[in-house]
């Protein structure tokens, strides 16, 4: 398969499947031209890796996984930490995210919205007491 196949079969941009092939998580076969030469265990690693990404593991646990996955002496425990850690930190960024929202919310409730200059959004930003 050419890059526009795989790229088409796998769901992921050509231009990520050269980068993944640039940091050595799939290394296509290459012709005699030099064109990459995808095999059907590269479409399989790069679905792999789209899943994964698309859970938000970073690059690093996507080689860490595909690691695992390509080990067959591999134990479920090391996947599976791999996996709670990921879970942790989403978890971490939604604590952070649902923290900013109760504050963000706290703040447009306490301005006014009209035309006088006080506003406690600003206020806040800019580190000065809201008021």
């Not at 301005?111 to 800019?126: A, E, K, M, V, Y």
Request: with cysteine; charged share 30%; glycine share 8%.
């Amino acid at each position: 398969m050419n890059i526009g196949e795989v790229a088409e079969r796998s769901g992921i941009p050509p231009k990520t499947i050269r980068y993944y092939e640039d940091i050595g998580l799939v290394r296509p076969q290459r012709s005699e031209n030099g064109y990459r030469a995808f095999r059907e265990t590269d479409l399989h690693k790069l679905t792999f890796l789209g899943r994964a990404r698309a859970l938000g593991f970073s690059i690093e646990d996507c080689r860490t996984l595909l690691g695992l996955y390509e080990d067959e002496s591999r134990e479920s425990a090391q996947v599976k930490a791999v996996a709670e850690e990921h879970l942790s930190e989403i978890d971490s960024k939604i604590a952070q995210l649902q923290a900013m929202r109760q504050t963000l919310s706290h703040l447009v409730a306490a301005c006014h919205g009209d035309d006088r200059p006080d506003c406690p959004i600003l206020s806040d930003l800019s580190g000065a007491q809201a008021g």
